[in-house]
């Protein structure tokens, strides 16, 4: 499936240090999806980086053609987000 990226999308990513080869990966192989607010869905994958693992999230409008990445953070706060099976 493919996504576009949304204006804001890319200012936050950069913003917060992120590279889009990061969110690619989580885009195309995702640990979890889950529902979001209004409809989104929020893809979401566990990720190394050099200070250590942090949850990488990122946030996708279905409602488009191509679905489109609204945002996208990484947390270390895992347990918060991450759900068991």
Known sequence: MSFRFTAHAL???ARRGLDRVTIEQVLKA???KLAGRSGRLV???RVHFPE???LVRVIVDQGTEPPAVVTAYRTSRI???WRQP
């Open 11 to 13: 200012e936050e990513i």
């Open 30 to 32: 995702p640990a979890q």
């Open 43 to 45: 893809y979401q994958s």
């Open 52 to 54: 250590g693992e942090f």
């Open 79 to 81: 347990a918060k987000y």
